[in-house]
């Protein structure tokens, strides 16, 4: 069974850093694309970053030099480093990832369960 384990998550002070983590675990044949997401109370849940297998990156713009997504594909672990924090960043966050189930595929996306972020000011 396929699962993706989040970790990191907390209570912080604007101007604070947190990094949260991202495992997969179970049973697939390989990792492609994975990202992080965010959905804060009364809204649509947003696109935080993305990193491809080859680790090209993307952005929010609203996260950009602020955040920095990576991966370790040795560990199946994505990471999000959070600096800067500001209290407009308090959501519930959400890792993703592209899964390949067999070396034929099929490839299915997958979901964590969610870290919640709070900033205070």
């Known amino acids: 069974q396929v699962q993706l384990v989040e970790s990191g998550g907390g209570l912080v002070q604007a101007g604070g850093s947190l990094r949260l983590s991202c495992a997969a675990s179970?049973?697939?044949?390989?990792?492609?694309?994975m990202g992080w997401y965010r959905q804060a109370p009364g809204k649509q849940r947003e696109l935080v970053a993305t990193i491809t297998s080859g680790s090209s990156t993307n952005y929010a713009d609203s996260v950009k030099d602020r955040f920095a997504i990576s991966r370790d594909n040795a560990k199946n672990t994505v990471y999000l480093q959070m600096n800067s924090l500001k209290p407009e960043d308090t959501a519930v966050y959400y890792c993703?990832?592209?899964?390949?189930?067999?070396?034929?595929?099929?490839?299915?996306?997958?979901w964590g369960q969610g870290s919640q972020v709070t900033v205070s000011s």
């Open positions: 179970g049973s697939f044949f390989s990792i492609g694309a």
């Open positions: 993703n990832a592209l899964l390949i189930d067999a070396s034929t595929g099929p490839v299915r996306r997958y």
